[in-house]
């Protein structure tokens, strides 16, 4: 499956944006779907997930409340909707996907976008 992210940029504290990813090669709807970030000079962590169905989700605490993440499996894209942002929200954002058969989704996760630059200032 290829994964092609979109939707980054330069916002202000408080601002909004969304990204999206569009999957190709198979149909989304036979994987888990996430997204990681990466800060400069930090490791890359899983922000969100959202299990094959769309039913489950998943969510690290610091985004909680501000992020929703969504996919249309009609479409073969998942959303990553960012409200109330931080500049502790600047990273590289990567979308990712994983086996449905997963029990976890916190992974693991075998194929990566390329990723998209979030900027926020302050």
């Known amino acids: 499956v290829q994964l092609q992210a979109c939707g980054g940029g330069l916002v202000q504290a408080g601002g909004s944006l969304r990204l999206s990813c569009a999957t190709s090669?198979?149909?989304?709807?036979?994987?888990?779907m996430g997204w990681f970030r990466q800060a400069p000079g930090k490791e890359r962590d899983l922000v969100t997930a959202?299990?094959?169905?769309?039913?489950?989700?998943y969510y690290e605490d610091s985004v909680k409340g501000r992020f929703t993440i969504s996919r249309d499996n009609a479409k073969n894209t998942v959303y990553l909707q960012m409200n109330s942002l931080k500049p502790e929200d600047t990273a590289v954002y990567y979308c990712?996907?994983?086996?449905?058969?997963?029990?976890?989704?916190?992974?693991?996760?075998?194929?990566w976008g390329q990723g998209t630059l979030v900027t926020v200032s302050s």
């Open positions: 090669g198979r149909t989304s709807n036979m994987y888990h």
């Open positions: 990712t996907a994983g086996a449905s058969t997963n029990p976890s989704l916190r992974g693991p996760y075998h194929y």
């Open positions: 959202i299990s094959s169905s769309g039913r489950n989700t």
